[in-house]
């Protein structure tokens, strides 16, 4: 069965960085594009970041340039380097894999507040 597991969220002033990471299991990884997306309350979840199989990724605008996706292959992982936090980014992560599917994790909170 799919498992998709976050960690890594908390609480971070504006101007400071956070690393989350997605434990996945179930699902053939290494052959497998991996996404972040967010989601705020009322709103549509949005794309963060993706990555392919082979490593090309892909931003959402809001992000490009602050945040970073990686993949570890040998420990079935996708991580998502945030730097330069701002207020609005404050939102619930979650980690996400397109098979015949969507599957997504539980989700993790990300506060950035002063």
């Known amino acids: 069965q799919v498992q998709l597991v976050e960690s890594g969220g908390g609480l971070v002033q504006p101007g400071q960085s956070l690393r989350l990471s997605c434990a996945a299991s179930g699902i053939p990884f290494r052959f497998s594009a991996m996404g972040w997306y967010r989601q705020t309350p009322g709103k549509q979840r949005e794309l963060v970041a993706t990555?392919?199989?082979?490593?090309?990724?892909n931003y959402g605008d809001s992000v490009k340039g602050r945040f970073t996706i990686s993949r570890d292959n040998a420990r079935n992982t996708v991580s998502l380097q945030m730097n330069s936090l701002k207020p609005e980014d404050t939102a619930v992560y979650y980690c996400?894999?397109?098979?015949?599917?969507?599957?997504w994790g539980q989700g993790t909170q990300v506060t950035v507040s002063s």
């Open positions: 996400n894999v397109k098979l015949v599917r969507n599957y």
């Open positions: 990555i392919s199989s082979d490593s090309n990724t």
